[in-house]
């Protein structure tokens, strides 16, 4: 390289560093250095994981220059929860991903209290533009401290952004009567085909009930409060959170994360949950009709989840793989803690959402290993089924015509103490998700069912680890239940039980 072009290239990277905050810088550093202290062997395979610290919600999930671009709630410098950051990585498969540095600190006066969570969309001019929460304390009559939350935005080139000159971009000003300017949080744009844009941000009223408010521009930059697009009316849980709009198979769809729900039934759960609406949209008019609701996922480890177009017109999800009741009773000398999900293709059928995982999935399959009307009444193990890296998909039914079988499970994750388990028991047509046994020694979530369609005792299940998790996907995608698991990789067995007599079908690939 000519002396000419060492300075220019010299000069640039002087001037990039020049308009990075010395918060960012910092980070940077620190994130850099750390992450070669977190072996290979301790990530999982093809989850997203945070670099170093603490991760939580997926932001910003957009395809830009080529690759898909995921940031995240990060703490670098710990991995409890703290002055939250925006990490950032790129694929190009959805599924193996490369870190680049941290996107957002919180830097100036507006989000000095943390950068939380937002989204982005590709500029007319190829700019990425990044949209999120900024977050400082204020001093209110009471004498009480309060976070107050306002919306913020930063552009850049998909590796350094530049926060905007006119920030915030939304106030308290900008909400509608009754609107907690300390519940103004999350939101999610989108460029519709005329050029203009739309963005849904979270909200609850003064009393805590949520909602979702709706605001439109014309270039991105300028935003204006519409309507409130959907509210809650007391019927699940409090605030909602980070919520996701798009028209999927001709309906409208609204995914949001309650607060503090009560459950109902076997649909939702207690504490933070997910939520779908689904309904007819009005583009004229942004209009929202909602005409159903039903959880998005039914187990342990699932928040937050957020949306991307890709350019083939998938809609993928991807979640953050926690909860939000046990995600703070690790050590501080645990290096890392958070993943997202594996990401899941959407489509609406029979009138429900269904998730399937993401079709990329299927070029990671190695050795296949099949085993086909295999009936058994006890526990048993089967040659070749075993692994924590391992895809594998099963079909029972009852092997006696004339005697239903009372229970079925699958273990896995599984030496002679440990196991976490995925049960069915079709009397009840519920399916359990069970880890109490993996080795965890806190009272915490090891349990959650759900109610799945079922005739005759037959079931189809897709079973998905990557060493510290498990993703199970009921009938084709109709239900999904997620949990995460940190027991020993040693402990790789699986096997399967029947109370009764079961015939089974199974499929398995060691993923590599």
Not at 294 to 315: E, K
């Amino acid at each position: 390289m000519s002396a000419g072009l060492l300075s220019n290239k010299m000069i640039i990277e002087e001037m990039r560093c020049l308009m990075l905050s010395q918060s960012l810088r910092d980070a940077r550093k620190y994130e850099e250095t750390m992450e070669k202290k977190i072996g290979r062997e301790d990530r999982p395979d093809f989850h997203l994981a945070t670099r170093v610290g603490w991760m939580n919600d997926p932001n910003g999930f957009s395809y830009y220059k080529g690759e898909y671009h995921m940031f995240y709630q990060y703490h670098p410098y710990d991995s409890h929860w703290g002055p939250m950051h925006w990490g950032h990585a790129v694929s190009k498969d959805l599924l193996h991903w490369r870190y680049l540095p941290a996107a957002l600190a919180p830097d100036t006066e507006y989000d000095r209290d943390g950068c939380f969570s937002g989204s982005a969309v590709v500029l007319p001019d190829g700019r990425h533009l990044l949209i999120y929460t900024g977050v400082a304390k204020e001093a209110q009559p009471d004498g009480n401290m309060r976070e107050v939350q306002t919306q913020c935005i930063a552009v850049g080139d998909g590796t350094d952004y530049e926060k905007y000159a006119g920030n915030p971009v939304l106030t308290r000003k900008d909400l509608p009567e009754g609107g907690s300017k300390f519940d103004f949080r999350d939101p999610k744009m989108w460029r519709k085909p005329d050029g203009t844009y739309r963005c849904v941000v979270g909200n609850c009223t003064q009393e805590g009930d949520g909602r979702i408010l709706l605001y439109s521009s014309p270039d991105g930059m300028q935003w204006k409060y519409e309507k409130i697009l959907a509210a809650n009316h007391n019927r699940f849980g409090r605030m909602w959170e980070c919520p996701d709009f798009f028209m999927l198979d001709g309906k409208g769809v609204l995914i949001t994360s309650p607060q503090d729900m009560f459950p109902q039934g076997f649909e939702y759960h207690n504490g933070n949950g997910t939520l779908c609406l689904i309904g007819s949209y009005d583009e004229g008019t942004d209009t929202f009709t909602e005409e159903q609701n039903q959880a998005v996922d039914y187990g342990i480890d699932f928040y937050a989840p957020q949306t991307v177009l890709t350019p083939d017109g998938r809609r993928i999800m991807i979640g953050w793989m926690q909860n939000w009741d046990t995600c703070n009773l690790h050590t501080p000398a645990e290096p890392w803690l958070g993943q997202m999900t594996l990401p899941r293709e959407l489509s609406i059928q029979k009138g429900r959402l269904y998730q399937k995982p993401v079709r990329e999935l299927d070029d990671m399959h190695g050795e296949e290993v099949r085993h086909e009307n295999v009936t058994f009444t006890d526990e048993i193990r089967l040659a070749g089924v075993e692994g924590r890296k391992v895809d594998m998909e099963l079909s029972i039914r009852p092997g006696d015509a004339e005697n239903m079988y009372r229970k079925f499970a699958v273990r896995f994750a599984q030496d002679d103490t440990y196991h976490t388990s995925i049960s069915f028991r079709p009397y009840e047509s519920i399916v359990k998700v069970d880890r109490k046994f993996s080795g965890s020694r806190r009272a915490i979530i090891h349990q959650r069912r759900c109610l799945v369609n079922s005739e005759g005792g037959t079931l189809k299940m897709r079973i998905i680890l990557d060493k510290f998790s498990v993703e199970v996907f009921v009938n084709d995608g109709e239900h999904v239940l997620t949990a995460t698991m940190y027991t020993d990789l040693a402990a790789d067995g699986i096997s399967f039980y029947a109370d009764g007599s079961v015939t089974m079908d199974i499929v398995k690939y060691e993923l590599k």
